[in-house]
């Protein structure tokens, strides 16, 4: 081994506590991007095998009905590969709790089984019901509510109980995440299900005798797929088109990239931070190890070693530190990436199609690493190349000292305590090192406010769109279209304080070549549960013909308030219509657009024709309306709160690693900021110790830099955070669901308690190093 | 004789600026160097020896004159050819010996040989300057003389053609001091290096060929020695 080599390894031996630390830094950072590249590959793989296995449907068109025959000449468009008819149909279940109001959503399979979406058998269990009484439940519902095969479940179609026997159970490709609709902030497997029927159970249960209402659709080529709805538009539409959905927007597909995207994105920016701060602390660490190397440097250069010869010499410190980190890191990464991908699918409820080790994501991560510690470490121990060997043979001359501004304004600087005027002199003479910690620091405390902020939005998204902008107790859907007298039928039923009609309809808004399929929701203009509220948070009333739409739709179709928009009816016979957007409002789950329900009603459908109603009512409407025909689903905001509350005791594990990764990084730029604090001011603090200052003293002076440092890291820190925050939520939004921008005190108060936290135990860790420093032989060092 | 000149100093000047300050730290010193001389340039302090040196030695450049060695003009030198003349031409004993702490002795002497071409048997060195049995020892654990030995060693292992000496005993007590001048000694008369001595140490000159007085960044006085006495008897 050369020389040269071997005084690094001996060098990185004498300062291992450091060498350690930053390394941690740079494991961390690799375990993250490989765990997170490589579960994120994964799961796509294993979610693209399944999605292939059960050949799932590229579009999904729901109609008010279908004749069977029709089906063929549906085959015949151009572009469409393979069509299956179906019902699906959401009903309530009898469950034993008779408190508890549980749905499940009908389905029925051809026999055998069918071709497009088929299922996935669970644990050998059939596919396909073969009697009219039998059903396949979906797993994740099934194991929610511990149902197993041949047991009885019981839901009401059209007011009269069904007992039908489970068949068996298994999981579908359309359902890995299990949401009942765009509204449902979390999956709630206990309370809502699926259950596949025989086709003509209930074609003849439901009233469907030899139709259908919905079909899925194989397309030959996905890239076409625009096309081919509007093929299918144009000759279908005398079925009652409601909505076509593609693939990519189905509920349990897109939340599913978005859960992806959001992993995708965690493997690169959390890395990317924490290499960054891993660079300030090798860039300091190495400018301080060159400046205490100053002579050696200059023998180096007596003896014939040139400028790239040294100035690699310090930079390979910076990469033992990459490589050593890298190793560590991606060894981690691959070990954990398999348990994490296991974690992932089984909570997606997809069979894992084999764990893919890409060995570009570790040459990447090397590479990255190598670059990100060569660079900071030549930017480190640039200050070799100006050593000359002639002066370094000499001690270093004093840097020229000035005065400071603030010593300018005496009657301040007079009444500084002397301690605190060595702190704040020693802060000013390494000004740039000072504020390359305090970024590192900030940096650290922003990834504290990221996980508090997403607890709080959570709480916070719900509380508003379940408190503020929709204030009823109760939300009834209708299975059929009603006529308003049905208010009356249901107040005579229950004890509501107030009961308002809804009117949800599925359109397509047009704007250009922009289109969106959205609920249009008609609720009455003097609403007494629908708060909206724009942009500025100023209230809005609906007006007597305008539409309001989400920002998310607004942003999609790139309509401004004011804009003119076509609403595209999928009833037959009914015309499309032109609509002025009167204005853009807050809302943070599902994609609406509301209008008044009068105006709705003239404009784009029957007259007296309402699908649900919204209900501010202390009574238990779920047991009273059980057995009330017509009526598909009773949600109440209770329900969706009791879930909401256990699901944030999940989230809690999130936000720990997350404050652990701040911590990390706060704790590791600390300890380091100080060892090397010490090691350059060894002369100073020995002469501060003959003076009378005892090791509390000094330790207490260290503490006194420290502390101003995460002060000003924190100040700096809320900014940075906010900004993080802002990112996170321009990343996570969707037209599905829009994170809230909270920048509320809390958050950024726990973040600066955490770190304040991590910084102590950091100065603590330190505690060992001042209390055992040699002053006399400090003393007698020539250089400092 | 023409063929005997190992380096030719022909009015060289320094000069520094330090702030608005000019400093002339050395001016118009000319000359020559024979191979296999034994020369000791005396001076105080701030005279402008270690100046000198550090130019003899490629570890500076001159504000105008010329350095020659062995026919090549090394104040033209970049900072490339400057840095291999360093390699394989000179070799450097400083006052703080300035070994690298963390390697033995015998590391430290790799260090320098590893990287040129005609280095000497690094054993045979270590026994030639008497550490032949403690080159597995590191700076912390030897005395100031050893440690010097091995500054030496590691000067000589390179085979230069010339080792430069910065006041080589300063940091050491009389006795080691002796021993350190009797094997540079040696090394000048049984392996005809060419050695250069810089010391404040008047009582050095006399085992010195010949003598450079230095003052004030001038050389007042060269001298030489018709009778260098050897370093056994020199007394301060």
């Known amino acids: 081994m050369k020389k040269l080599d071997l005084r690094l390894l001996r060098m990185i031996k004498q300062s291992k506590g450091q060498f350690v630390s930053v390394t941690v830094i740079v494991a961390v950072a690799l375990c993250i991007y490989v765990m997170f590249s490589v579960t994120t590959i994964n799961i796509d793989n294993a979610v693209k095998h399944y999605y292939r296995v059960t050949n799932i449907n590229d579009l999904i068109i729901e109609l008010i009905r279908i004749p069977q025959g029709a089906l063929e000449a549906l085959k015949t468009v151009d572009g469409v590969a393979e069509v299956q008819g179906r019902i699906s149909i959401d009903v309530p279940l009898q469950v034993s709790n008779e408190d508890e109001k549980v749905n499940i959503r009908m389905i029925s399979l051809p026999d055998g089984g069918g071709i497009i979406n088929k299922l996935y058998a669970v644990d050998g269990s059939t596919d396909h019901p073969d009697d009219n009484k039998d059903v396949i439940l979906l797993e994740q519902f099934a194991k929610a509510r511990s149902i197993t095969t041949d047991d009885i479940i019981t839901p009401r179609i059209n007011g009269r109980l069904h007992e039908l026997k489970v068949a068996g159970v298994a999981s579908s490709s359309e359902f890995i995440y299990l949401m009942e609709n765009e509204q449902s902030l979390l999956p709630a497997p206990e309370k809502f299900g699926v259950a596949y029927a025989r086709e003509s159970f209930l074609q003849s249960t439901f009233g469907y005798r030899g139709s259908y209402n919905q079909v899925m659709v194989t397309v030959d080529d996905y890239a076409d797929i625009d096309d081919v709805i509007d093929l299918i538009e144009k000759r279908f539409d005398k079925y009652g088109i409601k909505k076509i959905t593609k693939l990519e927007d189905q509920l349990s597909n897109d939340v599913l990239v978005q859960k992806i995207d959001g992993i995708e994105m965690m493997s690169s920016i959390l890395p990317m931070m924490f290499l960054l701060v891993a660079a300030i602390i090798i860039s300091i660490m190495l400018s301080r190890i060159v400046n205490n190397d100053r002579m050696a440097i200059g023998v180096l250069k007596a003896l014939g070693y040139g400028n790239i010869s040294v100035l690699s010499h310090y930079t390979k410190y910076a990469l033992a530190i990459g490589l050593t980190g890298s190793i560590i890191g991606i060894a981690g990464g691959l070990l954990l990436a398999n348990p994490m991908s296991q974690v992932f699918v089984s909570f997606f409820n997809i069979p894992l199609a084999g764990i893919e080790i890409q060995y570009g994501y570790i040459i990447n991560g090397i590479l990255l690493t190598s670059i990100f510690c060569i660079g900071s470490g030549l930017f480190g121990a640039r200050g070799v190349i100006h050593i000359m060997p002639a002066d370094s043979m000499r001690p270093e001359a004093p840097k020229a000292g000035k005065r400071m501004m603030i010593e300018r304004v005496v009657f301040i600087w007079k009444h500084v305590p002397f301690s605190w005027k060595m702190v704040i002199r020693n802060i000013m003479r390494n000004k740039k090192r000072f504020a390359f910690l305090v970024l590192g620091l900030a940096m650290a405390y922003g990834i504290n406010t990221v996980p508090l902020y997403m607890s709080q939005a959570m709480v916070s998204m719900f509380e508003m769109q379940y408190g503020e902008y929709q204030k009823m107790d109760y939300t009834i859907d209708f299975s059929v279209p009603q006529n308003k007298r049905a208010i009356t039928d249901l107040s005579h039923l229950i004890d509501a304080e107030y009961i308002e009609p809804r009117l949800d309809f599925p359109f397509e808004l047009v704007n250009g070549w922009r289109k969106k399929s959205v609920s249009l929701i008609g609720v009455p203009r003097d609403t007494r549960f629908y708060i909206f509220k724009d942009k500025e948070d100023d209230l809005i009333s609906l007006p007597e013909k305008g539409i309001f739409i989400t920002e998310a739709i607004a942003k999609e179709l790139r309509v401004k308030k004011g804009d003119m928009i076509t609403v595209k009816s999928f009833i037959p016979g009914k015309e499309d219509i032109t609509l002025q957007v009167t204005d853009i409002f807050k809302q943070y789950l599902g994609a609406n657009a509301y209008m008044d329900i009068e105006a709705m009603e003239r404009l784009l459908l029957d007259k007296n024709m309402i699908t649900g109603v919204s209900v501010a009512s202390n009574d238990d409407l779920k047991e009273k309306l059980k057995d009330v025909k017509n009526i598909s689903s009773v949600r109440s905001v209770g329900d969706m709160m009791q879930a909401f509350v256990e699901y944030l005791d999940t989230m809690n594990l999130a936000i720990m690693a997350y404050l652990l990764f701040g911590g990390i990084l706060g704790f590791a730029l600390i300890y380091n900021a100080t060892i090397i604090g010490i090691s350059e001011r060894i002369n100073e603090f020995a002469s501060l110790r003959i003076m009378g200052f005892d090791k509390k003293d000094i330790y207490s002076m260290i503490t006194k830099e420290n502390s101003v440092m995460a002060g000003i890291a924190i100040i700096v820190g809320i900014p940075l955070g906010a900004a993080m925050i802002n990112g996170m939520v321009e990343s996570f939004s969707s037209d599905m669901i829009t994170f809230p921008v909270i920048l509320a005190p809390e958050i950024f108060i726990k973040a600066a308690a955490a770190s304040v936290v991590f910084v102590a135990i950091a100065q603590l860790a330190t505690l060992k190093k001042v209390y055992n420093i040699n002053f006399i032989d400090a003393l007698k060092s020539r250089i400092s | ?236």
């Open chain 2, 1 to 236: 004789m023409q063929s005997n000149i190992l380096m030719k100093v022909e009015n060289v000047s320094k000069d520094y600026r330090m702030g608005e300050v000019k400093v002339n730290a050395l001016q118009e010193a000319s000359f020559e160097i024979n191979e296999g001389e034994f020369i000791v340039i005396l001076g105080p302090s701030g005279s402008g020896k270690s100046t000198l040196l550090n130019i003899l030695g490629g570890m500076d450049l001159p504000t105008t004159g010329k350095v020659v060695v062995k026919g090549e003009e090394i104040n033209s030198y970049n900072d490339r050819k400057l840095t291999a003349y360093r390699r394989d031409k000179v070799g450097f004993v400083f006052q703080f010996y300035n070994l690298m702490a963390n390697l033995t002795a015998k590391e430290n002497v790799e260090l320098a040989t590893e990287m040129c071409k005609n280095s000497l048997n690094i054993d045979e060195v270590m026994e030639e300057v008497g550490l032949a049995e403690r080159k597995d020892h590191f700076p912390s654990q030897m005395s100031g003389g050893e440690q010097q030995r091995v500054a030496i060693a590691r000067a000589v292992a390179k085979n230069p053609l010339l080792l430069l000496c910065d006041e080589p005993t300063g940091a050491l007590d009389y006795k080691t001091g002796l021993l350190i001048l009797s094997l540079l000694h040696k090394i000048n008369r049984q392996h005809n290096k060419t050695v250069v001595i810089i010391t404040h140490n008047m009582a050095i000159g006399d085992m010195a060929d010949r003598v450079i007085k230095m003052r004030s960044g001038r050389i007042v006085e060269i001298r030489e020695n018709e009778n260098p006495i050897p370093p056994e008897r020199i007394e301060w």
